[in-house]
C-alpha cells in the first residue's frame, strides 16, 4: 500500500477484485522485506515461514461482513450495528497523529508520509473482546515499535497513552445524546507492551483501507489483550512514567484494569471467561464456541512480559 487510498475505488479501469489481489501481492512482498529486517534475510525457507506464522494464526478468517457490522465504537453508538450505520459521515482524511511526552524527539506526523515511511504488513490475528466474543481478522498495518523508534522514548518512560478523536459533528455518540462514556476514548500500554513486535498500529483490514467502524485511520492491535484495549482513530500518544487509565477503568474500576490480558483463569465479575463465540461460525446449538487460551493464544510470545506478576490482582 504505498499510500493511503480513501474507501470508495475511484478507478474504473480496475475492478476491486483485482485491485485487492494486487494489493495482496504488494503486502506479501513487504511482509518478507520486514522479516529480512528481523534478521530472518538469511533463514531457510522453511524457517521464514516459521518466522511469519506467529503473525497469521491458523483458523478461518472471520467473514468481512462480520468483521464491519458487528462493532464495538461508542462514539457511534452503543449497539453493534450502530458503528457501520453512523460512521458514514466521519472524514478519515487528511490525518496526523501527535506522539509526546517523554520522547526526544517529539513530533506531529502525516499518517499517509507515515505509511510511505513503513513498510504495511498483513497480519492474521485472533481477537478476543471481554464480552467473550471473538473473532479472526486479517489486519494491515505496521509496528507500534517503528513509529516509537522514530521518536526516541527517554529512558525514564515507562508507558504509552493513547488518545481517540473527539469530533461530536461526525461522531454522534458524543453529542452526549445518551449516557455513556468520558470523551475522549482512551488507552495505555507498558512500553515494552507497546513496543512487542506483535502489537500493530493498523491501516486496513482484509487488504482494504481501515472502514470506519473498524477505527479509521489508524487503530492499536494488541491480539493478546481483551478487544477494548484496540483503541481507534487515534490523534494522539503521549510518552509517560505513569500509568495510564483507560476509558473502562474509569467507567468501572472493578470490572476492568489496567492489564486486560485474555486470561480464561480469571472471570469477569459478571461472566466466565473461560469460553468464547466465534462470530461468523454457526454450531447446532448457536454460534459455536471455542476455549479461551491464555494470552489469547499468544502465551509464547509474550508470556515473558509478565513473568513473576500476580495475574489475577494485576486483571
Ligand atoms: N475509540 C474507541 N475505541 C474502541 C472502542 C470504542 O468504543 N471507542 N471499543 C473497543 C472495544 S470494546 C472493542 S471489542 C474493539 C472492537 O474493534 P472492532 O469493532 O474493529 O472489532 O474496539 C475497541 N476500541
Ligand atoms: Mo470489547
Known amino acids: 500500500m504505498p499510500s493511503y487510498r480513501p474507501p470508495k475505488i475511484a478507478s474504473s479501469e480496475i475492478t476491486p477484485r483485482q485491485l485487492y489481489l494486487r494489493r495482496r501481492e504488494f503486502l506479501g512482498a513487504a511482509a518478507l ?20 506464522s506467529k503473525y497469521k494464526v491458523d483458523e478461518k478468517p472471520t467473514p468481512l461482513k462480520d468483521v464491519t457490522t458487528y462493532n464495538n465504537f461508542y462514539e457511534f453508538g452503543l449497539d453493534k450495528a450502530d458503528p457501520a450505520a453512523n460512521s458514514g459521515d466521519f472524514k478519515p482524511l487528511p490525518w496526523t497523529v501527535k506522539v509526546d511526552g517523554m520522547v526526544n524527539k517529539p513530533g506531529t506526523f502525516d499518517l499517509e508520509a507515515l505509511m510511505k515511511e513503513f513498510p504495511i504488513e498483513e497480519r492474521t490475528y485472533r481477537m478476543r473482546c471481554v464480552e467473550a466474543w471473538s473473532m479472526v481478522i486479517p489486519w494491515d498495518g505496521f509496528p507500534l515499535a517503528s513509529l516509537l523508534d522514530k521518536v526516541e522514548p527517554l529512558g525514564s518512560a515507562k508507558y504509552v497513552a493513547f488518545e481517540t478523536v473527539v469530533r461530536p459533528d461526525e461522531m454522534p455518540g ?31 483490514l482484509y487488504g482494504e483501507t481501515l472502514p470506519n467502524q473498524n477505527g479509521a485511520p489508524i487503530r492499536l492491535v494488541v491480539p493478546w489483550k481483551y ?30 484494569g489496567f492489564y486486560a490480558n485474555v486470561n480464561p483463569a480469571v472471570d469477569h465479575p459478571r461472566w466466565s471467561q473461560a469460553s468464547e463465540r466465534r462470530i461468523g461460525e454457526s454450531g447446532f446449538f448457536g454460534a459455536s464456541r471455542h476455549p479461551t487460551l491464555p494470552f489469547n493464544g499468544y502465551a509464547d510470545e509474550v508470556a515473558g512480559l509478565y513473568a513473576g506478576m500476580d495475574l489475577k490482582a494485576n486483571f
Open 174 to 204: 458524543q453529542k452526549g445524546f445518551f449516557q455513556s462514556l468520558d470523551w475522549p476514548y482512551v488507552e495505555g500500554l507498558r512500553l515494552d507492551e507497546a513496543r512487542h513486535p506483535l502489537t500493530l498500529l493498523a491501516v486496513g
Open 33 to 52: 522485506g520486514a522479516m529480512a529486517l528481523y534478521g530472518a534475510g538469511k533463514a531457510s525457507a522453511a524457517a521464514l515461514s516459521a518466522v511469519g
Open 227 to 256: 478487544g477494548f484495549k484496540g483503541i481507534k482513530s487515534i490523534v494522539r500518544m503521549t510518552l509517560t512514567d505513569q500509568q495510564p487509565k483507560n476509558t473502562w477503568q474509569v467507567t468501572n474500576p472493578q470490572e476492568y
